[in-house]
């Protein structure tokens, strides 16, 4: 979705639209998974001009699956997320400066053109775990056989695991003197 600056009216610009999770899929930057199955997304912004500075204010609404870092099954994760951007022209940058939290809903652009595909998609992403978890108390797959210990037990996790730093359990140091 591209907004072309010239055309932004003086009382703003309300979109609104819906992409598919394979639209999403295709948004990715090249060779980049974030991990999430999207279903579909909605968007809804209010796009205004001031001066040169463009302001984007808007919701998204999406459906998409994860999978648990620890027992491997997909579960559903909504992402319901508010955003705002203000985008200033890139010629007035002057040096590159360490960002702080709230220089993050502060942009660039270049030309007459701004692609709100990126926007959304960025916005997608942050919302996205690093160490997704269908619950807080999953027990994850055991180290054994490798089954759901959220569905099923195995004789495998009574055993004691041994853990590989056992025998520094005893360990003393003598100190030279």
Known sequence: MQINISNIPENGLKLRFSKSG??????????????????K?????L?????NNVSIKGRIEAGGQLECCRCLELFDFPVEIEFKYVLTPAENLEEELELTYEDMEYGNYNGDVI???????????LQVPIKPLCNDSCKGLCFTCGINLNREKCDHEAQQRISPFAALKNFKVKRER
């Open 115 to 125: 692609d709100l595909a990126e926007l959304v998609v960025e916005q997608v992403i």
């Open 22 to 39: 394979e639209w999403f899929h295709r948004s990715l930057p090249v060779g980049d998974d974030c991990g999430w199955h999207a279903r």
């Open 47 to 51: 796009v205004e001009k001031v001066l």
């Open 41 to 45: 997304i909605n968007v809804q912004c």
